[in-house]
Nanobody, 115 residues
Framework: QVQLVESGGGLVQPGGSLRLSCAAS????????MGWYRQAPGKLREWVAA???????NYADTVKGRFTISRDNAKNMVYLQMNSLKPEDTAVYYC?????????WGQGTQVTVSS
């Protein structure tokens, strides 16, 4: 079992920045890939970014060049630095951990980009 807790969401103006954090606990030694997803009102949940235990990263085209995912294995933390935020980035952001073929999810944190 893996538990994930997100933090760092909030209201920000277009062009601004936010840093999301995800704290992992439980059977963390078994986690290989961690990532971030988001879900806007009325839309399906979509993948945003992922990072492997070794630090390899991948991003959705919609956030590439603006968002940076990072991981601190010693602290069992994953971060999502979001820059140049746009109104279309507004969504609930979820932390995800992949263990084998099982996905674990946090409760989500709201990000609202609005003037």
């Amino acid at each position: 079992q893996v538990q994930l807790v997100e933090s760092g969401g909030g209201l920000v103006q277009p062009g601004g920045s936010l840093r999301l954090s995800c704290a992992a606990s439980g059977s963390i030694f078994s986690i290989y890939t961690m990532g971030w997803y988001r879900q806007a009102p009325g839309k399906l949940r979509e993948w945003v970014a992922a990072i492997t235990r070794g630090g390899a990263t991948n991003y959705a085209d919609t956030v590439k060049g603006r968002f940076t995912i990072s991981r601190d294995n010693a602290k069992n933390m994953v971060y999502l630095q979001m820059n140049s935020l746009k109104p279309e980035d507004t969504a609930v952001y979820y932390c995800n951990a992949l263990v084998g073929t099982t996905d674990y999810w946090g409760q989500g944190t709201q990000v609202t980009v609005s003037s």
